[in-house]
């Protein structure tokens, strides 16, 4: 049993630092659309295994409109773990702001990609 839960803690801290590299380079590509964006993993009903963004410029109610939401784009893009983010309060965006994060996140992927390709 010793061993077992060895091997679980660093797992869980290898995941955690895995997912908070994945949540700090999103912060990361969207913070020129949404300057206050934040990210946790886990949260009040969600568990180690889901990274939520927030902003309280963007969240519900900060805005009369709700032509975006984050749950909706970051799937799109990153199908491989698209079951893996939330936004507990929502993020919403005008049209505009909705292009221009989905072109960052776009970015994003493509510089990842080029990355990994190179090692």
Same mark, same amino acid.
């Given at each position: ?18 997912? $908070? ?8 590509? &969207?913070?020129?659309?949404? =300057?206050? %964006? ?25 805005? $009369? ?8 784009? &970051?799937?799109?893009?990153? =199908?491989? %773990? ?38």
């Amino acid at each position: 049993m010793k061993g077992l839960i060895k091997k679980y803690n660093r797992q869980l801290s290898e995941f955690k630092e895995t997912a $908070s590299n994945i949540g700090e380079l999103i912060c990361q590509a &969207l913070m020129p659309i949404i =300057p206050d %964006i934040r990210y946790s993993l886990g949260g009040h009903e969600s568990g180690v295994d889901k990274i939520c963004f927030w902003s309280e410029m963007h969240g519900a109610g900060a805005h $009369s409109y709700t032509h975006w939401d984050l749950d909706c784009t &970051l799937p799109e893009v990153f =199908p491989e %773990i698209k079951n893996n983010f939330e936004t507990p309060v929502g993020l919403y965006l005008s049209k505009d702001e909705a292009q221009k994060a989905r072109e960052a996140l776009l970015q994003l992927k493509h510089k990842i990609i080029s990355e990994e390709v190179k090692k």
